[in-house]
């Protein structure tokens, strides 16, 4: 029974362990969609205030784009989102 005790512990242990290894990893990234006047939409890590006035940028979540997504330009995802995308071209700032 001494001998036990220690191993059930130990499994006990294990999993709560392996669990919240698991449970971290699945949590989805956070991203959000920013589209501009022009429908051109791509994904920002950060909602940033220094986009021109012209463009006309608007934040979605992610979830947005799956309901959303004929009528829009998807520009590329920019491992840097320091930018912003104006007539197909990236801009960065």
């Known amino acids: 029974m001494r001998l036990l005790k220690p191993r059930i512990l130990k499994s006990v242990l294990i999993g709560v362990v392996a669990g919240g290894a698991l449970a971290a990893a699945?949590?989805?990234a956070l991203a959000d969609v920013a589209c501009?006047?022009?429908?051109?939409c791509w994904?920002?890590?950060n909602h940033y205030t220094n986009y021109p006035a012209q463009l006309g940028v608007?934040?979605?979540?992610?979830?947005?784009?799956a309901a959303h997504h004929s009528h829009y330009h998807?520009?590329?995802?920019?491992?840097?989102?320091?930018?912003y995308y104006s007539h197909g071209s990236w801009h960065p700032f």
Not at 36 to 40: H, L, M, S, V, Y
Not at 58 to 65: E, I, M
């Open 74 to 83: 998807w520009r590329a995802d920019r491992p840097d989102d320091h930018g």
């Open 43 to 45: 994904h920002v890590n």
């Open 58 to 65: 608007v934040f979605h979540d992610d979830a947005w784009r």
């Open 36 to 40: 501009n006047r022009w429908g051109e």
């Open 26 to 28: 699945s949590v989805p």
